[in-house]
Each structure stands twice: as structure tokens, then as C-alpha cells.
């Protein structure tokens, strides 16, 4: 089989890559709109702006895939939200322009999307729950999600939250810094407390819950909606879904780290005005029916945890 990947040097794109290659034996295109990949290459690059409707077709005809992964997206919600029309085109035209380009060459496309499709109130959130975004970062997923399962393709929506893990294209990578959503945080977390440092994580107003994703346990799933010949919406995260204080203590524990470092900060400490963009306060999915579907379980904390410690060292096709 033939897989093409758009954002392939991102931290989602990259480990569909290496899943993809190294357990169902896949030849690979990904596509890459700035820096090659530090990493040797086993598959073909393909260098494109998913926002030019005329070159992504041509790239999917040149290609003729027999499943397209969209994992190419801002993450960086605030730029988003103060500009509408850059979101508009990389978020919405991009998924139009691949959706008719796998209807003109009759490949299944697998839409990466989020949990921040939701609102926050009555969680879990289900694969069938409406959503009900509360920022543009969520209606532009949602906007996607409706054109990808209207359009009349075979296609799969790939629902992840708060993913982490090793970008398998950049090896030495690490986050600058915590970000505002829970994406990254036990990368995060790890640097801090290797450096001894103190973690203070807030348990109120904004994006306080949600289930961390191991990077590889969502593209092993995507993979599975293809392998499974499935269609329609899933829950392709964690199966569990914590705060920041118990996911912090977590990756202490996993990593041998002093515990005592984090706390939940004080009411003092925490600003209501954190982020000047709404977002969820609760991204809680539930992975019940696509555990079922896929016949597969949705890693939980601790083993995911585990499979990540594995991979930080890896050097070989161990998937």
C-alpha cells in the first residue's frame, strides 16, 4: 500500500511516517512545507503548501496513494484567532482541496482533528457527541471534519488531544517552553524536572483536563481505521484523561523524578485572564466505541508512558 502524509517533520506526521513504514510495511510520501528532516529518510519527500489547491491535487495524481493522512495544521491557536483568513486556508481550503483530490483518485482519507471540537461540559465526549467548539481552532476542525464526511469520499476523522512523544524527524527536538494546551506537556515535564525545577500547574478556567496522547499509540490507530476498513469518527487519544497536577505526577513517577516538586497552584496564582482566547476547560474524550470499532485498546498513562521511555532511546525499526 501506498501512504501519503502531509506535515510529515511534525510530531503527529512523523510517527505516521515510522508507523506506517515499520509495521504495515508502507511505502511513504510525505509532504514538508520548511525543514527537511534531520533524520535519514526511508520514503519519499514531497515539498508542498497544502493551501495551493492546483499543487496538492497535482502531488496526489503524481502520487496515486491508496490512503492520505491530513496531519498538517497550525497548532498555534492564538495566531489562529488573530488570523482568520491564514486559518481559513490552511485549515479549511487545505481539507477541501485534498478531500476532492483523494475523490479524483479514489483514495480513503483519514482527517486528523481534535478534541477541542468540544466545549468542555458534560465529559466524556463521545465519537457521536455534537460538537460544540468554543474557539476558531475548533471551528476550523469542525468545519473540516463536515467537509471530509459530506464530500462523498471513503474517508476516517482522527479525533487526538494533548499528544507527546518523540518527533521521529528531529530527534533532539524538545519544547522550548509549556505551552497553554496540554499538547507536549510530559515532554515538558521532563525537561523541568530533570532540571530540578519546580511544577505549578493551574486547576481552573482554561483547558484543565484532558486525555495525553502518546504521538505513535494516534498514528498506530489511524493506521488501524485503515486497516480495518473503517469509516466516520474516531477517538484516536489516551484512554485516559486526567488534570495537569495528576499527568505531571505521572511522568515523575515513570521517570523517577521527584514528586514532590509539582503542586496545584494556589487560587492566588491562578489568573483567570491566562489566556486571552477562549478554550475548552474539559477536553475529555471517551474511546469506548472506537476501542470496539478498531479492535484495538487506546494506550493508557502508564503504558504509554513506558512505550515513550523505550522510544526516547530507539534507534532502530522497533515499532
Not at 39 to 62: C, F, R, S
Not at 95 to 100: L, M
Not at 264 to 271: I, P, R
Not at 302 to 316: I, M, N, P, Y
Request: proline share 4%.
Amino acid at each position: 500500500m501506498k501512504v501519503f502524509v502531509t506535515g510529515g517533520t511534525g510530531l503527529v506526521g512523523s510517527n505516521i511516517v515510522k508507523v506506517a513504514r515499520e509495521k504495515y510495511d508502507a511505502e511513504v510520501v510525505a509532504s514538508i512545507y520548511r525543514r527537511m528532516p534531520e533524520a535519514p529518510i526511508d520514503y519519499e519527500i514531497e515539498h508542498l503548501d497544502v493551501t495551493d489547491d492546483t499543487a496538492m491535487k497535482a502531488a496526489l495524481k503524481k502520487h496515486r496513494p491508496d490512503l492520505v493522512i491530513h496531519a498538517a495544521a497550525s497548532v498555534d491557536h492564538e495566531e489562529l484567532e488573530e488570523n482568520h483568513e491564514l486559518g481559513w486556508r490552511l485549515m479549511v481550503d487545505a481539507v477541501r482541496s485534498i478531500a476532492e483530490g483523494c475523490g479524483d483518485i479514489g483514495a480513503k482519507m483519514i482527517m486528523v482533528s481534535s478534541d477541542w471540537v468540544f466545549d468542555g461540559i458534560d465529559i466524556p465526549f463521545k465519537e457521536d457527541t455534537p460538537p460544540s467548539p468554543v474557539c476558531y481552532y475548533g471551528l476550523l476542525k469542525v468545519v473540516g471534519e463536515t467537509i471530509v464526511n459530506t464530500i462523498g469520499i471513503d474517508y476516517g476523522i482522527a479525533r487526538i488531544a494533548a499528544v507527546y512523544g518523540r518527533n521521529w524527524a528531529f530527534p533532539d527536538w524538545v519544547p522550548a517552553e509549556r505551552v497553554t494546551g496540554f499538547g507536549t506537556l510530559p515532554n515538558w515535564y521532563v525537561e523541568a524536572l530533570g532540571r530540578a525545577e519546580e511544577i505549578v500547574e493551574w486547576t481552573k478556567y482554561i483547558n484543565i483536563e484532558a486525555n495525553p496522547t502518546l504521538a505513535s499509540d494516534c498514528a498506530d490507530a489511524m493506521m488501524a481505521i485503515w486497516d480495518r476498513k473503517a469509516q466516520g469518527v474516531f477517538h484516536c487519544c489516551g484512554r485516559d484523561y486526567m488534570n495537569r497536577v495528576e499527568l505531571a505526577r505521572h511522568v515523575a513517577k515513570a521517570f523517577d523524578f521527584d514528586a514532590s516538586r509539582i503542586r496545584a497552584a494556589t487560587e492566588e496564582e491562578m489568573d483567570p485572564d491566562l489566556e486571552e482566547y477562549p478554550l475548552p476547560t474539559r477536553s475529555c474524550l471517551d474511546v469506548a466505541q472506537t476501542e470496539r470499532i478498531l479492535q484495538r485498546t487506546n494506550l493508557g498513562i502508564e503504558e504509554s508512558l513506558e512505550v515513550w521511555k523505550r522510544e526516547r532511546t530507539d534507534t532502530g525499526r522497533n515499532i
